[in-house]
């Protein structure tokens, strides 16, 4: 089994992570498919340790955050048959408690891949962060330097308008 998680693509983990009410989750069934258990199994060790996820690690989605989820994700008829029920949406910290209470060796290893890219995202988005942020400061200095380079450009159209003098042609002269 530590091999099929090993090969466990990034891409896997990061197409099932959703972003609802501002923050970053994953939903129950998908977590249950990572981890190789029903999600019925999944969400009855939650029940059993409810004390363990508090809101701000887990909470289920509202009636009209699920039917708006269930319209944005393309699902078909199958698969809208184990959608009955709003599913628990687990944060990142929900996530590493769940490897405390499905204490497999595949949950414990999926975990670890799952906070690696929780991981990755946090520091893309501030390396993001920091681009737009400079970018800004370059809009403001832009702005503030927009007079000076409007005057240059005036400057460079006025010397590419002028006459061209007409001038003696320097040179050996040749007969043709």
Known sequence: MTTKISILPDETIINKIYLIRGQKIMIDRDLAELY??????????????FDRFPEDFMFQMSKDEFQNWRSQI?????????????????????????????????A????????????????????????????????????????????????????LNQPKPTRKQIGYKTDK
């Open 74 to 106: 393309v699902t078909s008829n199958s698969d809208k048959m184990g959608l009955r029920y709003a599913p628990f949406c687990f944060t990142e910290q929900g996530v590493t408690m769940l490897s405390c209470i499905l204490n497999s060796k595949t």
């Open 36 to 49: 190789g258990v029903p999600t019925r199994v999944l969400n009855q060790a939650v029940k059993r340790n």
């Open 108 to 159: 414990i290893e999926v975990n670890i891949r799952i906070i690696r890219v929780f991981t990755k995202m946090r520091e893309m988005i501030l390396t993001h962060k920091d681009i737009l942020l400079k970018l800004e400061q370059l809009e403001k200095q832009g702005t503030k330097n927009s007079d000076d380079i409007q005057l240059i450009f005036r400057a460079l159209k006025q010397l």
